[in-house]
């Protein structure tokens, strides 16, 4: 009703500001075009260097435009399944007024600012940006080439918050809180951790996955009684379409995160029997198994949506996944050093400086061949042959069996 000509529009700031390469982006809601109170949510493109926190009420020239699809991606539904309806790009006489109302998301997105100039403090970039991701979830202070060279080596999942963020953050806080508290008083104290990190790692649908399974695992872990894996998932899926449904179709997140989590849980544990010839040190044969089990299982759907593949994945993955859980873990634990002593943290995060270097490094040699990302012709029609041909092959085992 209002795309097309340049009106004056306002709203406030409900998510956190996204960085991109050339400019963030910034959801607004409760948007009034021309003193006319609207539904749903305007995405707008602002430079970089224009400074918005969440909760700050923005006033603005714009003409507003509505998403389309782009590269077969449907862009339009994917946004209008977060209930974002238009887009605005670079805005003119913006004005910004702080929010003057205590907030507890905006406290936890000003930590949150505070613990990324810790580690640019600690940490040289690329590695504080990358490391950040790494626990945190998230590639925005990573530059465009390097960003690149994930998406060439299928390694982005690392920089995505999922389930093994959460679950290191649980079990690992969980254990230790229950020797001191008690199992309900630590269920608590983690429960309340675990929303902290979902709202920090920007509540995507993965980590609010993550995040449900973990609670439900927690709370089993707490009455005495183990959840089952299948039920566990189906459960959180459940609830999760319960609130949006939307979610299903239109959120390529949702979507690879169930499946690829579904294949680490019910696959990769078969397929690990044929891998017995890798050696078991360092957790090659389950970071092979779970990561073609993962790869696998998601290609349909990767081909359908982006029309590419990462031909050198599961090789870089089995030099990478490795080493994955001792960066976090450790990245994790010495933060609260680097919060009160940079340079004792410089010290001390040595091991996680060389770790990322070997990372990168890694990223950097397997991407580095002109094959080792390849766009697949007639993508949709090679994405549902494929999805056949795993149907066919699973029908085939379980008969088997």
Sequence with gaps: DFTGQILRIEGDVIAEPAMRSKSNQITIGNVRVVDREVFGHVLVSIPKEQEITYGDHLVFSCSLQIPRPFNGFAYDRYLESKGTLALCRFPHELDRAASKRFSLIGSIFSFKHQLVEKMKHVFPEPHASFLFGLVFGGNSGIDGDLQNNFIKTGTSHILAASGFNVSLFTFVFFGFVIQYFGKKRGAILTTILIVVYVVMAGATAAVIRAAVFGAV????????????????????????????????LDDVGFQLSFVAFASILFVAPKLEAYFHFIPEPFG???????SLSAILFTLPMIIWQFGSISLVAPFSNVFI????????????????????????????????????????????????????????PFAHTIAVLVAIGLAIGCIVYFLRA
């Design 284 to 290: 090659l044969r389950n970071a092979l198994s779970g």
């Design 321 to 376: 996944l490795p080493l994955v859980p001792f960066l976090m873990f450790y990245t994790i634990a010495i933060l609260p050093i680097a919060w009160f002593s940079t340079s004792l943290g410089q010290i001390i995060a040595l091991p996680s400086l060389l770790g990322s270097k070997y990372v990168l490094s890694i990223v950097s040699i397997f991407a580095s061949p002109t094959f080792a990302s390849v766009t697949v």
């Design 217 to 248: 695992i927690l709370l089993g872990s707490v009455i005495g009684r183990r959840a089952h894996m299948l039920n566990t998932l189906l459960f959180t899926a459940s609830l999760m379409l319960f609130y949006n449904p939307r979610w299903l």
